[in-house]
């Protein structure tokens, strides 16, 4: 079945420092990949996507790039700010008629000041 | 926009009781999906919804848990009995449709004594 593995938190950062979360993927066909974010007192909120192989999703600065050949979708923001704190979740849907997301566990980002 | 809603935000209840979750999708959004999240993992999709039609319920526990979306609106999920194991965030989204952007509610938080 499908899957998504995200690495293990928390990452804990200095503000203004460079920001990559992993993320790689197991799925049949060719899944929709996204990151979503929650702030803390918040609901899931959809941070960026992608669609498609070589696609790039960004938003408020972050970037995610859809790479077939490694199954992955790493998570990059150039200079982080206190205000980034929050948990990041991977997903992938199948896409199609059923397309309930997969998420991986979660990474708890905090950055310091 | 109005977000989802979800009722009640939090539940506390003894194990072999029921419960039920009340979810009112964004105005407009044909597709309702139900989340399980237990603490420290990523939200596990229960069952989705087009309309009035189930999509997907191949992760739905139904010898305890079922769900019902009988206008193509609003949604209930239940569940009967219910086990230590199910303490979880359950959460709500919906979407405009198929492979649209899936919007969350904050869940409500149910905990079994």
């Known amino acids: 079945g499908n899957s998504v593995t995200q690495m293990e938190g928390p990452v804990t950062l200095s503000e203004e420092a460079f920001l990559t979360i992993n993320c790689t993927y197991t799925?049949?066909?060719?899944?929709?990949l996204f990151w979503y974010v929650q702030y803390p007192g918040e609901g899931l909120q959809l941070l960026l996507k992608?669609?498609?192989?070589?696609d790039k999703g960004s938003n408020k600065g972050f970037e995610a790039t859809y790479r077939k050949e490694t199954t992955s979708f790493h998570l990059e923001k150039g200079s982080v700010q206190v205000s980034d704190s929050a948990v990041y979740f991977c997903?992938?849907?199948?896409?199609?008629?059923?397309?309930?997301?997969?998420f991986g566990k979660g990474t708890h980002l905090i950055i310091q000041p | 926009e109005a977000g989802v809603a979800q009722s009640p935000r939090y539940k506390i209840i003894e194990k072999r009781q029921s419960v039920a979750f009340w979810c009112n999708p964004i105005?407009?959004?044909?597709?309702l999906y139900w989340y399980q999240q237990i603490l420290g993992q990523g939200p596990k999709l229960l069952i989705q919804?087009?309309?009035?039609?189930?999509?997907?319920d191949s992760q739905l526990p139904k010898d305890r848990f079922s769900a019902e979306r009988l206008k193509g609106v609003d949604s209930t999920l239940k569940i009967q009995p219910a086990k230590l194991e199910d303490s979880a965030v359950y959460l709500c989204?919906?979407?405009?449709?198929?492979?649209?952007?899936?919007?969350f509610g904050d869940g409500t938080r149910l905990s079994i004594l």
């Open positions: 799925a049949t066909g060719y899944p929709s």
């Open positions: 919804f087009q309309n009035n039609g189930v999509v997907d």
């Open positions: 989204a919906s979407s405009l449709g198929f492979s649209q952007p899936q919007h």
């Open positions: 992608a669609t498609k192989a070589d």
């Open positions: 105005s407009g959004h044909a597709t």
């Open positions: 997903a992938l849907s199948r896409g199609g008629g059923a397309d309930g997301l997969t």
